[in-house]
């Protein structure tokens, strides 16, 4: 079941919006569908009780079916539409004595139920039958929830390609990518990360051959599918690599592979990869074809490609980005692969993120290093550690 959200308050934080629904949707254990969520202020949902149910004032929550009525022929993965409004739920709230956010919880199950046929407003033994699912759905996000605290906190890798570029600036053997791998372990990375790319800009082969003997968590190899690097990976045995594509001209990595394009050259790819006894993950934009392709290849993993997120100059735009990344994590983790995310990731743009169980790790480079220039690198990880570890 996938939830297409549509938020247009303030009251209660996106990411807990985000939490909740997946909780919700999870206990409701229906399968194949989607919903959407609509969640606003009183005066949007007055409107939308006057214009669909004539009737005044706002409510806290309307729900729309698509399984019945005029649109049931459209599609039958459409559940419908439940608007929220978080002013009335807040409202409700505070003379419960509860917070919003278990209110808008009741809330959102009480309009799901009314999509999946349940109803309390012509029977006595209808009603009965809503309350009862409504408690089991809220039982069993509790112990949901308490499996959950027991579930893996994200991790971080750590690309240290920039101490690379430093060192390669001037072409001598300081400041060293494997030095600087040892200290973001000391410093809490669970992963080192390096691109070895074919013009060799900033990663040499002697890097990674080193790293292979010193690194201590998980080394992945960022890599072109092209023969000269396959055949390095094979010598090389790093656990992990990962698939990107490779332009000579540009300044870093710029989108995800074209999985779907080039379906049998990465099969084989993976193929060898996985001979090589090397777990594969393919650097993907969060376009649920190149996942699905993505699977269908062999790939154990998928990073999903942050960097447009990361570059959105609009909190709009940010926002739409943010949440085809939250879907493709999604669908990523249905499909039975491990989901990581990368690029562009930095102190402030990371914090989205939260409540997004579906990543495992993220791949951070850039900033770390840039702010390590003036903080140091030892710190720089720690507070990267910090904010991935609370998310
Ligand atoms: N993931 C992939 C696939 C990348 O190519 C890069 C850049 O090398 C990163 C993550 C890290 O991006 P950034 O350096 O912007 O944090």
Redesign the pocket.
């Known amino acids: 079941m996938e939830i297409q959200i549509n938020n247009q308050q303030n009251r209660i934080d996106p990411a807990e919006i985000w939490k909740i629904s997946r909780q919700v949707l999870k206990a409701l254990r229906i399968g194949e569908g989607e919903v959407s969520l609509l969640v606003v202020g009183d005066q949007a949902m007055a409107r939308y009780n006057q214009r669909y149910l004539g009737r005044r004032g706002p409510t806290n929550v309307l729900a729309f079916s698509m399984q019945e009525g005029l649109f049931s022929e459209i599609n039958p993965h459409l559940w419908g539409d439940v608007v929220i409004s978080t002013e009335t739920a807040g409202r409700e709230a505070r003379e419960a004595g509860i917070s919003i956010n278990q209110r808008f919880q009741f809330l959102l199950i009480h309009g799901l139920l009314h999509l999946l046929g349940y109803d309390h407003e012509y029977s006595e033994s209808e009603t009965r039958r809503m309350e009862a699912k409504t408690e089991e759905v809220m039982a069993r996000i509790e112990t949901d929830n308490k499996e959950d605290t027991n579930m893996q906190i994200p991790r971080l890798a750590v690309?240290v390609?920039h101490i690379a570029t430093v060192r390669q600036a001037r072409k001598i053997n300081e400041p060293d990518p494997v030095i600087a791998a040892g200290i973001a372990e000391l410093a809490g990375a669970e992963g080192i990360?390096v691109?070895l790319r074919e013009d060799r800009r900033h990663i040499q082969d002697r890097d990674l051959f080193m790293l292979k003997e010193t690194v201590k968590t998980k080394l992945n190899l960022?890599m072109a599918a092209a023969e000269e690097i396959i055949r390095i990976a094979l010598k090389v045995r790093p656990p992990m690599v990962?698939l990107?594509p490779e332009k000579r001209q540009e300044l870093?990595?710029e989108g995800g592979l074209d999985v779907r394009g080039h379906r049998k050259a990465l099969k084989e790819t993976v193929k060898r990869l996985h001979k090589g006894k090397m777990a594969v993950s393919l650097?993907v934009d969060a376009d649920p074809e190149q996942i699905r392709a993505s699977k269908e290849v062999g790939a154990d993993i998928i990073?999903l490609h942050t960097g447009h997120y990361a570059e959105a100059k609009k909190e709009k735009e940010a926002q739409r980005l943010f949440e085809r990344i939250v879907a493709g994590a999604e669908l990523g983790a249905r499909l039975d692969l491990k989901v990581s995310a990368?690029?562009?990731?930095n102190y402030i743009n990371i914090r989205r993120f939260q409540g997004l169980e579906a990543i495992e790790e993220y791949?951070?480079?850039?900033?770390i290093i840039a702010r390590a220039v003036y903080v140091g690198l030892d710190q720089a990880v720690r507070e990267m550690v910090a904010l991935v570890e609370q998310l």
């Open positions: 690309n390609d990360i691109h960022e990962t990107v870093t990595t650097f990073e990368g690029h562009g990731l791949s951070i480079g850039h900033s």
